[in-house]
Structures are given as structure tokens and as C-alpha cells.
DNA sequence: ATTTAACCGAGACGGTACGTCTAGTCTTGAT
DNA sequence: ATCAAGACTAGACGTACCGTCTCGGTTAAAT
């Protein structure tokens, strides 16, 4: 026997619905770790099994919510002011950090990933790399328009401009706000030879 | 009735021990999330509630484990270089991580701590805020010593050094190495105005 | 919210039947007191969920498995003699008693029930009273036959017929044999005014 | 090393006799079963350790405290009626048996002694059978003094006269009475030749 | 229009671990 | 050496979920 997939055509959306909300509600409620799927179950009005034929796990659950709820902003703009650009972006992911909702779920998803690696690699493939790439491409962009050095590796570039705000987000020792878009942003650029 | 807590000064220290090191084995093995109490009893060759007596939960018996295991490096060094300090410690930082036993057992921590409020308290006051203070004493020094600028927000200093570091622990999409050490702590000075 | 009881229909027989044959394996081999729920669950190779779903103590788990394994004698024999009748409901507790596997389990189970009230009550409505009543309905029969005094209290006729049978199960200081069964039942009936 | 009994000229009398209060005291409140260890020398003040050195098990502590409290009837009277004789033992067992402290407690002990052989022997040697051998020695004088039956198996007669008393005892289906007192003896009497 | 095959809700199943409880042993310091 | 106190190993308790597995009962496509 192969592999005995379900057939998405026939895949009720109405459960698919149901149990998204329900993921949803629950995990704003009580957190991913007492979220269990046969609360998810109940609280949808669906069989267990509807859950485990659809998704491998909660963590893939979680990120199908998110893909759902959140629009993740795609390319960055481009209006000529990198750092403009570069705060409106970071300004964008301090926000969902900073919502009731979808900040602590956006948390424990990443949480949850550090101990299951098939969600990592997910969150990984549909999340961060595009945004980073994208970034790159920003930060390329800057180069050739002179604004920032180009010899500098563009890897340590996005760690200086990101990774306060995964710092920040997991190890919550100081606030997510606007003057640390600001702050980072301009500082991480003079790092990177940007003259402000 | 007041609390009926046990007397530290009858504790077996033999217990005590072979706790903590079940507790590095097992979670090293199968991380925070999969390493049961049953497991770390069995490992132990100890009965369940010398656990429950003694911590109050497992994530506070991964952090005492943390403690007991790893010397965390205390103060910064200052040789008056303070791009080679800071180095020194981040470089510290990337061996943990980089450490086949403690490495996958730190990112399960910060891993679980996203959805254990309890945890996450714990782990920030006994590791993280310590360290913190630690750099922000260092980079005081440095200022007064007039290698970095004098109005800098040492936060944001704080995270351009370490931000890199938890963004590529728990969203792994580049390596932690060497260069990595080095190209971080260059570009983040250079950012917060010292003259390399 | 009512009662959430499992629907009996989707039971599974299969399951049933380990479990009973596994408790009455270690009911003669352990006791009742010391077989655990987790013993008969692990001899048995079901989940302990299943019997805590389908008997609510052990206690009843017993009895059901006595009912299932043991044919309870229904109504008396009526030959016409009296006595011979008797020898053949008493000869079979007294094969019951000796029999290496139920002899221990129901002495057991006769233990167990004198401290715990609820266990008692099964034990009497389920085996004990019904049987006595047989038996006081085939003397009520012999007395219209003409066989025993009629203005005998058929409890003591009980007493005197099936206490020896206790007596002698829970304290056997003396052997339970054939030799006791004829004995016991002729001078019983003598008691009560039979002519042998 | 040999068996390192404690010795017995050391023992302090003073805990001997609080256990035993102890566990007259909680037998009778909480039941034999309900009744554990820690809370007999919780109650008489005493380190569990002192109880497991002096008593191989509860139930021997349960008749342990027994004998000193309850005064056992030791020979038969011998008034020259059998059947009177006989009504005033048994009838001082019924009173035993009805005694809200001792009845229940004396249902415990033989229940205790079905899955408990050191028990159950020490049972029977210091109560059982001095009691049914004195009762057979009462009853081998009656069949001197021509008042029942030189043939009867006296075993027998002893499980017509007694075997109702532990039947009512351990099946409670009926009650122990004076009726039940007067009728077993006289039926039982009759049943062995006597001419009443 | 009927068959048929999948998905669906429901929930029983074999399991694992939970955190609590008690048994019986071991350790410590006081008498 | 025994005692009170209580920490220890051990393991059962009854509960909660896990992920798998039937079971009938809808659907929706294929006959």
C-alpha cells in the first residue's frame, strides 16, 4: 500500500473552518501547551481523526492558523530611504508581537518548533526565509545605491536588524517598542557603514 | 496547616545528584518536551517524589541542572579591548550552543519557556538578566573609557550584540561559528560608534 | 452534563474476555487484595482506561468474573431426596473451595468484603442470597413433602446446612471433603427432623 | 549477620501500649482497610519505624490488640445441660460479634487473615482452636452423660453449632440474635441425638 | 437513480505520563 | 540501642491525552 493521502477535493471545508476557529480560540485562551487536540476536536465539533488526517501536528496546525489570520507583508518597499523601509517592516512584526492574540501564539510556535523539527523547518520555509530573503534583496538594493557598504555581509546585517526583536521576543527582558524599531534600525545601519 | 515542606538538611545528596544528571542525560537525548519525571526517576534510580519534593516543576529542575553543569561565565573579562572581550563571551555562548548535549538542551528550554510563564520568569532572572547586567556594566566601562559613544542606549547596544545569537538559535537558517562571532561584534560596535 | 457512560454496543468483546481471565489468573495466584487494576490491565494487554470505563472497582470485576467463569447452580435439583439434593449443591461449593485457582479467590474475596461495605453488598445480592433462597425454597418443598418439620425456621435449616461450609472455608482448622458434605447434611436434616 | 531482632528488655512500653490505643481507637473509626501505618503512629506519637520493628503486619497488630482488650472465655461451664452450656458460649460470641467496636473489628481480622497465612495461623492457634477444642471436650462429656450420640463425629457437631454463628458473621444476610442463639443450639442439638 | 467510496462525527482502544498516595526501609539526632 | 521524625525507593492509584482504529451516517462523484 502506498501511502493512503486523503483526497482534498472532497475535504469539508466546514471542518476545516470549525477547526481553525477553534485552534484559534483555544490557543488565545490557554496557550498552545493545554491546548489539546481533543479539545480542538470538541470544541470544533469534529472527530479527533479529521484533525490527524489534515495535519501532521498542533505546531503545523498553529502555522496553518497564522498563515490563515495573518497577512504576512511580502516584498519590502522600496521608497528610496532604506531606513524608512527597514522600520516599517520591523514596526510591522513589533506590532503582531505586541497583539493579544497572535503575539503569544506567535511565541509558542516558535517554541514549539525548537523540539519538533518538521515544524521548524516549516516555519523556516514559510515564514522567515522568505522574509529574510527579502530583506537581502532591500539591503542589496542599498548597496548598489550606495547607502550602505558593500562589503558587508548581509547575513550579519539582517542578525543586527533582526535579532533584537527575537531576542526580545523570547527572552522578554525588555519592551518591544517603537523606539527599539527606531533604535535598532539606526544603529544596526551605522554598523553596516550606512551614514544617517 | 501551614505548608508541610521538607527539611533541606535531611536532603540525600546522592539523590540530589544522580537527579541532575539523569536530568542532563534525557534531556540532551530526547530534549525538554519528551523527557518525562517517570524517565528521569528511573534514570535516577529514584522514586518520583524526591522530584515533586524537591523542585516544582521541570523546568526549574532543567535551569538548577543549568546551574550545576555549566559555569556560567560571571563577570565580563575587561583587557581594556573591548571588542575582544565581548568576543570572548558571545564566542562562550556560540560553544554552548554548538555543544552536542547542552546546545539542543538550551533551545528546548528557551523552547518550552514560550509557553511556561513560571519558566520563562526563572530563566530569565537566574541566567539571562544576569548576563545582560554583565555586558551593560562592560559597555558602561567601554564608554567611559571613550571606545563607544557616550549617548548610546545600552538595550539596544545589548541586542545587536546578543540579538544575532538567539535569532540563530532558535530560527536556524545560518550557522553560529566563528565568523559569525566576529562579524557580529564588529558591525554592532561599529554601529554604536566605536573606531575599529 | 449527564453522565458520559460508554456505549456498550461498541464494546469490545475481545477485551472483555482478556480482562476477566487475566483477573481471575491473578486473583488466584495474588489475592484479591494484592491484584492491582495495573497488573490485571498489563496481563491482559489492555489500557487501564478500559476496565476503569466497564467496572467501577475491582471489587465488581470479581464478581463478574466469578459469574462468568463459575456456573452458579440456579434452582435446586428436586429429586424427591432431600438430602441428596443438598449433598449435590453443597458437594459443588466444596469442589469450588478446593479448586486451586477459584478456592483462593473466592476465600479472597469473602476477606476482602469484610471491609468494604460496597463490595459486601454485590457479593451478597449477586451470589449469596440468591442461593440461599434456592435453598430454602427446595426445604419449603421438602416440608410439603412430608420430608422435614414444618415449624422449622428455614434460616437456621440454612446455618445449620451451609455455616460448616464458611466455617470451615475462612477458618479451616478442619478439611473440606466429602466425608464432610454427607456428614454435615445428615445430621442437619436429622436436626431439623428429617427421618433418614 | 543472623536476624537482628530488636530486643525485647529495651522495648518502651510506654509506645507498645500508645500503638495499641492507637489502634483500637482508629480500627474502630476508619475501619481495618481505611486504617493505615503512618496514621496509627501519627495518632500515638510514635516513628513508623517502631511499629514495623515490634509487628510483622497490621492484622497482627489488629489481634495483638485484640488479646489485651477482649477477655476470651476460656473453658465451657459445665452446668450438666449441654444445650445450656453451649447457648452461653455462643451466645457471648453473638455479643462479640454485635459490639460496635469489636464486631467490626473481628470481621477485619478474619477478613485480613484470607490473604494473610502467618495471620490466619496465629489466628487460629491463639483463638480458634482453644475455643473449638473446648467446645469438643464439653461436647465429648455430653456423650458420656448419655446426652447425645456416641458415634457423632464431634468435628461435625462443631460446624452445626458454630459454622452458623461465622456464616451470619461474614455473609450478613441475617441477623445474630438471641433467636438465632436458642434455635441453632436446639436444631443442631437434635441433629447430633439429643433428646431435648 | 443508484451505487460506491471517501470523508465525517463519535468514541473505544492500547498506551504513556501525570501528580498523589501509602507501604515499608533507611538515616539522623536526641534520650 | 531505642526512640520520634521524616526522607527515601517503589509502585499503584485514577485521570488526561496521545494517536490509531472501528463504526454508522452523510455526501458527491461515477456508474
Redesign the interface.
Known sequence: MPERSPDPARRSERSRTAILSATRKLSAEL????MSIEAIAAAAGVGKQTIYRWWPSKGVLMLDMWGEQVQLQGEFPDTGDVAADLKVQIRGLVELANDPELGPSL??L??????EPAL?EE??TSI??PR?EACKRRLRKAQEDGQINRG??L???V??L???????L?????RLDD??VN??VD???????ATL
Open positions: 496557550g498552545y501547551q493545554a511565541r509558542s516558535i517554541g514549539a518548533a525548537q523540539h521548524l516555519l523556516l522567515v526565509r529574510i558587508v555581509d547575513d550579519i546585517a542578525d543586527l533582526y535579532g533584537g526583536f527575537y531576542h526580545r523570547v527572552l522578554p527582558v525588555t523606539a527599539f533604535g535598532i544603529e544596526a545601519l551605522r554598523g553596516i557603514g
